[in-house]
Structures are given as structure tokens and as C-alpha cells.
């Protein structure tokens, strides 16, 4: 089992839709989760963190967490032309080392 | 202006040679961390380091060294043992203690010639 899963996508979507992006990882020490997004060519910029079970709102971005089913999400509401990037998720995994791991990411296409 | 500096942005490599990449930060952060990225791929850890003369392979580390001599500075070097070191190279660092998100350099695309 990979330690972060993502599905590969794409995930596509009309302009003003909500995109949902999920993500699962393997270790249950975890404590911090991570979303970052990735335009071509660039390297990803944090977006999103989220440390507490429930959701997370940042404008129109929430993430949410649930421990116990080992699963972190990343909603995008009105979603745009210009949210079209991959989405990583990432994931410190626990055991003292500060071990940053990644999922393969999910490639998120808003079409007009 | 804090940030991560990653050098040279493009980088070509001539088979059986060992090339360094630069990666510096003035966040003052603990931790940092080097990945690949092949095209349409995500993220692989190729090494990690909490602190100065301190680092731990990550899971593709082989044909790949570094050093930790300063907290600012973590080079990698790939290796003639790299067999196919055509990829997009990015380092990345983080405070080690508290909120633990890494923020990124510009990348270094590697293209062995």
C-alpha cells in the first residue's frame, strides 16, 4: 500500500461546478495534512492545511479530515478555468523523521 | 525576501557525469528535502535532512548523494550511477518543530544529452 493515494484523474468539470479532489494515507500517527497546487511546469504552492477532524474553510477551498477512515479531501466551490492544475496531497508521515511524503496527484480540468 | 533558491533553472548532463544542484533557503527552517518529478508524475523523496550534518535517504535515493554542511544549503548531487536522471528536480524545506508545510524552490529541470 503507498503511503499517500490520490486518483490520477483527470477530473473534469464545468466552470462554476464543485470539484472534489480525495486522498488517503496508510500511516495513523499522521498528524498534519498538506494541499498543494501544481500549474505545469511550476513547482506547487501550498493552498490548504488541515490538522483537526472536520473541515476547513478558506474562501473557496474547504478541506476535510477524517482520522478514523484515514481520509483527507480538497473541495474547490465555482470552480474556475484558472483552478485547472494538478492538486497534491501530502502527508508528514510520523516515526520522529520529519518524512514529507506526496501522492501522485490528481489533475483537475474546469472547462468553460 | 525569504525564500527557497534552487540553481541552475535548466541543467544538461552528459552521460557518465555527476552534476550538482543548488538549493539554498533564508527561512531559518530545520528541514529540507529534495524530490523528482517525472512528466505526469507526482513527487518522489530522494533525500531528507532535519538538521546540520544530519540527512536520511528517502525512497529513491540511489545514484543521488548530498550534504548538510549549513542549515541554509543542501546540494545534490547526481551521480553517473543515476541511470536515468532526465527529470524535474525540486527542493523544498520546513520548520522541523510545529506546522511542518514545505514551501518549494523554482525546480531545476534536468535533461541528461
Known amino acids: 500500500q503507498k503511503e499517500v493515494e490520490q486518483n490520477s484523474g483527470p477530473l473534469s468539470v464545468p466552470e462554476g461546478a464543485i470539484a472534489s479532489l480525495n486522498c488517503t494515507y496508510s500511516d495513523r500517527g499522521s498528524q498534519s495534512f498538506f494541499w498543494y497546487r501544481q500549474y505545469s511546469g511550476k513547482s506547487p504552492e501550498l493552498i490548504m492545511f488541515i490538522y483537526s477532524n472536520g473541515d476547513k474553510e478558506d474562501g473557496r477551498f474547504t478541506a476535510q479530515l477524517n482520522k478514523a477512515s484515514q481520509y483527507v479531501s480538497l473541495l474547490i466551490r465555482d470552480s474556475q478555468p484558472s483552478d485547472s492544475a494538478t492538486y497534491l496531497c501530502?502527508?508528514?508521515?510520523?516515526?520522529?523523521?520529519?518524512?514529507?511524503?506526496f501522492g501522485a496527484g490528481t489533475r483537475l480540468a474546469v472547462h468553460p | 525576501d525569504g525564500g527557497i533558491t534552487q540553481s541552475p533553472k535548466y541543467l544538461f548532463r552528459k552521460e557518465g557525469q555527476n552534476v550538482t544542484l543548488s538549493c539554498e533557503q533564508n527561512?531559518?527552517?530545520?528541514?529540507m528535502y529534495w524530490y523528482r518529478q517525472d512528466p505526469g508524475q507526482g513527487l518522489r523523496l530522494i533525500y531528507y535532512?532535519?538538521?546540520?550534518?544530519?540527512?536520511q535517504k528517502g525512497d529513491i535515493a540511489e545514484g543521488y548523494s548530498v550534504s548538510r554542511e549549513k542549515k541554509e544549503s543542501f546540494p545534490l548531487t547526481v551521480t553517473s550511477a543515476q541511470k536515468n536522471p532526465t527529470a524535474f528536480y525540486l527542493c523544498a524545506s520546513s520548520a522541523f518543530q510545529g506546522h511542518t508545510e514545505a514551501f518549494f524552490g523554482q525546480g531545476t529541470r534536468l535533461t541528461v544529452v
Open positions: 527561512l531559518n527552517h530545520d528541514a
Open positions: 535532512s532535519q538538521i546540520v550534518n544530519d540527512f
Open positions: 501530502a502527508v508528514p508521515i510520523s516515526g520522529g523523521y520529519n518524512k514529507l511524503i
